[in-house]
């Protein structure tokens, strides 16, 4: 399972990546926002690579963002493998990603917690990180269904009052799954 899921997962992240990023390009040409150069910044403190004041070099905003997109990716498709796919696997993984983005940014100076940003600022992060993780997580519920259930869907077929898909139920005495 690893190996297809770390396949499959780089695809899924990047096909996440791309696509988050093409509805970033529209919105900023709608709104007239700037690129942002954090993912840059972030890298460069990450691995000492000289820092740039001002806009930032684009094969290195690139690197961290297709990077970051690619590699957690590889989460989302190992959930999918283990059985968490759908909607609310996908609504499960965006806040991963959004809890991604801030340690890194926080951790190395570079962003402030999202509690301080103006809150437009705030929802077009959130938007757009939302795509990422619903588009990454179709991608990656596509590819592990082609090698069947997984082990927690398997698990669950064997219960009784299991619905596939539906996610567990509680037990008739509140206790466990």
Do not use: C
Not at 12 to 30: C, D, S
């Amino acid at each position: 399972m690893i190996g297809r899921a770390l396949w499959q997962g780089l695809v899924a992240g990047t096909a996440g990546g791309v696509v988050m990023t093409l509805g970033e390009k529209i919105e900023q040409a709608v709104t007239g926002r700037p690129d942002s150069h954090v993912p840059a910044r972030v890298l460069q403190r990450l691995t000492g690579l000289p820092e740039h004041p001002g806009t930032q070099p684009l094969p290195v905003n690139w690197a961290m963002h297709f990077g970051q997109a690619a590699l957690l990716g590889v989460l989302r498709s190992v959930m999918a493998h283990s059985g968490l796919r759908g909607p609310v696997a996908s609504a499960k993984f965006t806040v991963v990603r959004l809890t991604n983005d801030q340690i890194l940014e926080n951790a190395t100076g570079v962003g402030a917690p999202p509690a301080t940003w103006p809150r437009t600022e705030l929802a077009v992060d959130v938007l757009h990180k939302t795509v990422y993780g619903f588009v990454t997580g179709a991608v990656a519920d596509a590819l592990a269904a082609r090698g069947g259930p997984g082990p927690g869907e398997r698990h669950a077929a064997r219960r009784p009052g299991r619905r596939a898909g539906a996610g567990p139920l509680p037990r008739e005495d509140g206790y466990g799954r």
